[in-house]
């Protein structure tokens, strides 16, 4: 039985393939606590779940997520909240995501149907298939929020990248499109946006229909057998770097900062005056 949706989370389940949609359009999907711990939980059912073979992680609208919501962030300064509060709901939430992740026993795709950005963009090396849309970017910038490497990356990006270019898009927040994704090795193939969610089910639904579900698993588990305890350890050291950084404060002062400057972009965009025909 697949877990339940909720308005910020889309789950559905169809013919061996779990989609799981960020719902949060207006907002270009950025992620809430909350959202964390539903799409860990998704996952954990998932896993012994015998009518699902695949699952598929998108978003709703023009992006596929902006990263953590910032507002949230700025909402619990201002309440002052400090580490001691901090600290549990990182560990409970994005953090058992990543742990949920790696421990997925099954084919994990991200269809990746326009801009990704921060903690989603970071997370991309777990997933077993990445598939963008030619509407896609890709934009790590943790480290100008105050944070450091998280989901991973400190491990997977370099991995997957090289030291180089993992260290150009973590220290300058460089953007890739979707055709430098591929040529980096972050995504496999480009959709066009268009007819992006059916390209990216039909060929999951191919691939998967022509291989023997004990093969798809057994594939997946030594594939991941040459690294899984590294980035286990990885999460964990990220982790503890990540509430060190919490600790400086500098994370939150940034978040703060950022949330104002969207407010008052925000403002100025709904004061323009309509435009006369």
């Not at 207006?26 to 954990?44: C, D, F, S, V």
């Not at 084919?107 to 030619?134: M, R, T």
């Not at 934009?139 to 450091?148: E, N, R, S, T």
């Not at 690294?227 to 350890?233: G, K, L, S, T």
């Amino acid at each position: 039985m697949a877990a339940p949706s909720n308005d910020h989370i889309l789950i559905d389940k169809k013919d061996g393939i779990l989609t799981i949609t960020f719902n949060r359009a207006a907002q270009g999907n950025a992620i809430r606590l909350e959202m964390y711990g539903t799409i860990a939980n998704a996952l954990t059912s998932a896993a012994t779940d015998d009518e699902v073979e695949v699952v598929i992680i998108t978003g709703k609208g023009k992006f596929f997520s902006t990263g953590a919501d910032v507002s949230e962030a700025a909402e619990r300064v201002m309440k002052g909240e400090g580490l001691d509060e901090l600290e549990p709901s990182f560990r409970k939430y994005p953090v058992a995501l990543t742990a949920a992740m790696i421990a997925f026993p099954k084919v994990l795709v991200a269809a990746v149907n326009g801009p990704v950005i921060g903690y989603p963009a970071a997370q991309l090396g777990l997933y077993d298939l990445v598939f963008v849309s030619d509407t896609a970017t890709y934009q790590v910038p943790l480290l100008h929020l105050g944070l450091a490497p998280e989901g991973c990356a400190s491990f997977t990006l370099q991995r997957t990248v090289g030291r180089a270019l993992a260290n150009d898009l973590l220290i300058t927040g460089r953007t890739l499109s979707a055709p430098e994704m591929v040529a980096a090795g972050i995504a496999s193939r480009i959709f066009p946006q268009a007819t992006f969610h059916q390209d990216v089910v039909a060929a999951v639904a191919a691939g998967c229909s022509a291989s023997a579900p004990s093969s798809l698993l057994a594939s997946k588990a030594l594939i991941q057998d040459t690294y899984r305890e590294r980035i286990i350890a990885q999460n964990e050291k990220e982790t503890v770097q990540l509430i060190k950084q919490f600790a400086s404060g500098e994370p939150m002062d940034r978040f703060a900062k950022k949330f104002m400057e969207i407010r008052k972009a925000s403002k100025k965009e709904a004061n323009k005056p309509a435009s006369k025909l």
